[in-house]
């Protein structure tokens, strides 16, 4: 069997995109509220920031790259077809996983309020990512050629970034379920709408087709270097125009174009940072790629520990929470992002040496909380 060709610099930027999350929860649920408001914080704030954009870059960059030459086999609809497609609804299924306060339809339905119940249908980033995934892995097949399809994504990139400041001022719930409603802005508290983190998505996959080309050219140094150069440039407008154009109620504002191309000139330049980082030091293992390769797993475990009521219907959140200084939120990070590298390290291990036995373990577990998810009193 041929081995899997593994691009560094990818799980590096996406282990480093998690290693950080795992900061802003902590930060964000322990620290105490005064020490929000310091200029230190807001700066902190900023950098933290960048982290989603990254997450959703690296997964629509990660997922073309995943693909290619495996076009006509998914057009086969056999094993690999389905694979792709089952990878990509077990990322949802986590989603409104993270969502659920009980592993019971019926009881949530009846015995929950409607604010449980909308916070439960919130579209959280593993939802846009598994979506846009979705979009993507479908729209592939439909197209013929890779030159169409890339054309395809980059209008359909172009059209969520300009569309998005109209689509965040209609109210969707008028005429739609709010299950629905939600996937388009924030009205009932979504935190990641398609409308504009999707476009991030698909920026990582139009950016990812040109860097396969790059690199069957064997250009891939100078794509790099072009890539950071543009990264830089968009942050650097970005950060002109926000500053000395635009008044404070503007810079806030997350669906306008000028958000989303500083942002994208950020995650540019972290990529093409990572890149040279891994040409450098000729990175073969490290913990941060352990990380970055067993992202859904990273991501929803340490959400889990968290914020779920995991004793005396208490969470970590609820009974710390906004209770801790800058010390002790540095050694919450420390001590659980050094529990969640140990647990992506064996996780991986584990993977790579019972491959079969894992992928049925992950299967039967996922089936079993659905199916008691759907029949459970």
């Not at 073309?64 to 609809?77: M, Y």
Request: net charge positive; hydrophobic share 55%; aromatic share 18%.
């Amino acid at each position: 069997m041929k081995e899997k060709v593994r691009f560094i610099f990818v799980d590096l930027l996406r282990g480093w995109a998690l290693l950080v999350m795992i900061e802003v929860h902590i930060f964000n649920v322990l620290l105490l509220p005064a020490m929000k408001e310091t200029p230190w914080f807001k700066a902190l704030n900023f950098v933290n920031g960048l982290v989603a954009p990254s997450f959703l870059f690296i997964s629509g960059f990660a997922f073309v790259l995943s693909t290619r030459g495996k076009t006509e086999d998914l057009r086969k609809f056999d094993y690999t077809f389905w694979k792709k497609l089952g990878r990509i609804l077990l990322i949802i299924i986590a989603g409104y996983s993270l969502h659920l306060p009980i592993l019971s339809l019926r009881r949530l339905m009846h015995f929950y309020s409607q604010d449980v119940l909308i916070s439960f249908y919130n579209v959280d980033i593993l939802q846009c990512i598994g979506f846009g995934l979705l979009f993507l892995f479908l729209t592939r097949l439909l197209f013929k050629t890779d030159k169409s399809y890339n054309i395809f994504l980059i209008a359909f990139t172009a059209a969520i970034i300009l569309f998005s400041p109209l689509v965040w001022q209609t109210d969707f719930s008028k005429f739609m379920a709010i299950p629905i409603a939600n996937y388009f802005n924030s009205d009932n508290g979504s935190f990641f709408p398609l409308f504009p983190w999707l476009g991030f998505l698909f920026a990582g996959a139009v950016a990812s087709k040109y860097y396969i080309e790059a690199r069957e050219k064997n250009l891939e140094k100078k794509f790099i270097v072009v890539l950071t150069i543009i990264g830089i440039s968009l942050a650097l407008l970005g950060h002109i125009l926000l500053t000395f154009i635009f008044d404070f109620p503007y810079q806030i504002v997350r669906p306008n174009p000028i958000f989303f191309f500083q942002r994208l000139g950020y995650v540019f330049f972290l990529l093409g940072l990572c890149w040279y980082y891994a040409e450098a030091r000729k990175t073969k293992a490290s913990f941060v790629l352990d990380v970055g390769r067993e992202s859904l797993i990273v991501y929803w475990l340490h959400l889990q520990l968290i914020y779920r009521r995991l004793w005396n219907d208490q969470s970590f959140a609820s009974v710390f929470g906004d209770k801790a200084g800058v010390i002790e939120s540095l050694a919450a990070t420390l001590i659980l992002a050094v529990l969640m590298i140990a647990i992506a390290k064996f996780w991986g291990n584990f993977k790579k040496n019972h491959r079969p036995l894992a992928a049925n373990l992950t299967l039967g577990l996922v089936s079993a909380c659905i199916i008691i998810f759907l029949i459970g009193f």
